[in-house]
Every structure is written in C-alpha cells, then in structure tokens.
C-alpha cells in the first residue's frame, strides 16, 4: 500500500528514535540548545550595540527647536558641517537649557542640513547626518556624563563614532564647564 | 476755635448733600455710572482688539519646527524679511501638515530673526517680527478662513496688519489651494 511505503520510507529518519533516550537527558539536549542559542543572540546583540551606544533619538523632529545657524564656504568647517543646523532638545534637556544643569535622559540632536541657494533665498536640502548627546551619568562618567553620536544622512543605524571620536567630542564639549558641557543656548 | 474754622470752611463742598436724595434717584445715579464705565471699558477694547483680532500665540517658541529658511541681500524679499526665518506649528497644524487641511484652531507662526556673520558662520540675532496664520473658518470667512498677523519685533501687542493688509495677505496664500492656503511643507 502508499501508505505503507511512505510510512518505510520515513523509518531511517526515525532511526534514533530507536535509541532510548531518558528524560533527564532529554532536558539537558534542550537546555543546551536553548543556552547556546541565547548566547550566540547576546554576542550579536553586543557586536550590533554595545552596552554603552547612544540610541537613535526616535521623534527628535517634533522636540523644541532650541536654535539655528548656518557655515557657509568660509569656515573651516564647511567641509564636514556646512549647511544649515537646527537644535532640538527633549523635555529633560529644556530643564536643563533653563537650569544650566541637565538631568539623566537629556538628549539633544544637532541637524545638519545641506542648503540650496536661488534668488537670494536658502532653502533646506538633504540631511548631512545628526550629531546626537544623551546625558547618562552612569553610562558615561568619562565624558562629563554624555554619550556622543552621529547618525549618516536619515539612517538610524550608520553610526559615524568610534570611542575615539566619542573622547574628541567630549574634549571639545568640556570647555563649556559653567554649561554642563552644552555649547548651545535656547533662543527666546 | 481752629476746628471749627475747618469744619466751616469745608461747608461749602457739602452743600448740596442738604437736598435731599431719594433712594431711587441714588439707585438711578449709580446704575448710570455703572453703565457709563461699562460702556467706555467696551468701547476702548473694541478699538484696542477688534473681535477679529489674531491673538499673540503665546508659546509658540515649544512648539514642533516645520522647516527654515534664509532670505539674503540679493532677493526682492530682503528689505521687509531678510535674514533666517522659521515655522512653527501647533498640534492642530501639525495635523495640517499631515492632512493637506487645516482644522479650526490651527495656529502657524513665522518668526523672522535678523542674522549676523562671523567668519563665515551665520547666527541668529534680534526678532524683526512674527507672522501669524490662526484657522477658524467661522470668524474669517472672508479669507478661507485664515486670520492674519504680525506682531513687531518682540511685541505682543504691536500689530502690523490693517484689514487691507490681511486681504493682500491671503490672496497671495489662496494660490496655495491644494494645501488649504498654507505654503510651507514639514520637513522631515
């Protein structure tokens, strides 16, 4: 009958099957692919983000506009940064814009923007990349308590800081002592 | 006695308190009183804020940023708008700017700042003045059912449209006929 040969067909894939396996041993099978299985998901989730990566500021576009500022040809920094930026600051960075002192969760996102100029008039064009700070006194003690980023053009995930810029953003930052570290001021 | 001198010479001023008052006529006095200063009171707060009046958008400056933009020498804009200038929104706008259509209560603000160049970076300086759009298509029929403002500098109260002006206003906006009279789009 068929059904007898597909049901002999099978048998080999069945052959272990044959072989008694306990209960305990049985548990011990699952509990090790489970274990390995959670350790190979920890290891990609540590190379993906590290414990200490700065997340994307998700919604940063609906924040409070802190202030604007557009480099042109004739700054040095042109190059990396000409366009026109905007600030925006979370509920928690305002407490500090007013305080001078930003509490843990502060994050603040600089947008930089390349320009297109006609007729005199300078409009907005694509996104260069976010320069992004989130206060976490815990997460970054090194660094005055702020975790440095940049995100490319509109991605969430093209992370443009290595540890060493991380140190370099903060040696600068560190200057503004008497600010917590935060260059910018909000505009009235 | 000196006291008595006093009292004498103060006589005169009451005079007229000897004739007597009934208490309807004082009744009729005060409620004419009354009435005059409640007329005066309304009548200088109709000439001060027409019923049509555009109020200041308090708060404005937390609210979501559309876009921005810079107006330079070389455009025809520049004597009356030059320099950076941006747009707000409050939630009911933002629902415009979702929608393509501007409930009631949308409220638009174009803050226009001068601006000041230092080695080829352009910042922010004082406020020329805000321009304000307010959506309630039962007071401004008229003009598709925007109100029209601007308010000078950092002043609250000094308005710069006349009723003429809010005209010209909208029969430039009413080109905008897909996008419920409104020109600027949110940038992303």
Known sequence: MQFERKR????????NARTPISSA???????????????TTWSLSL???PNDA?????????????KAALIGPQSPAFENSGGIHHIYANEKAMEGYRTGKFPDGSVIVAD???????AGVTTEGPRRRIDVM??????YPATGGWGFEQFK????TDRMVTAENATKCFDCHAKQKDHDSVFSEFRK
Request: with cysteine; charged share 25%.
């Open 153 to 156: 053009g509109d991605s969430q």
């Open 134 to 139: 989130v206060k976490d006194s815990k997460r």
């Open 8 to 15: 002999e067909g099978a048998m080999p894939i069945h052959e």
């Open 25 to 39: 041993g049985l548990r011990r099978v699952i509990f090790l692919a489970l274990a390995a299985t959670c350790i």
């Open 54 to 66: 700065v997340p994307y500021p998700t919604g940063y576009r609906l924040w409070t506009h802190v």
């Open 112 to 118: 930089f923007l390349e320009t297109r100029e006609n």
């Open 47 to 49: 190379w993906a983000k």
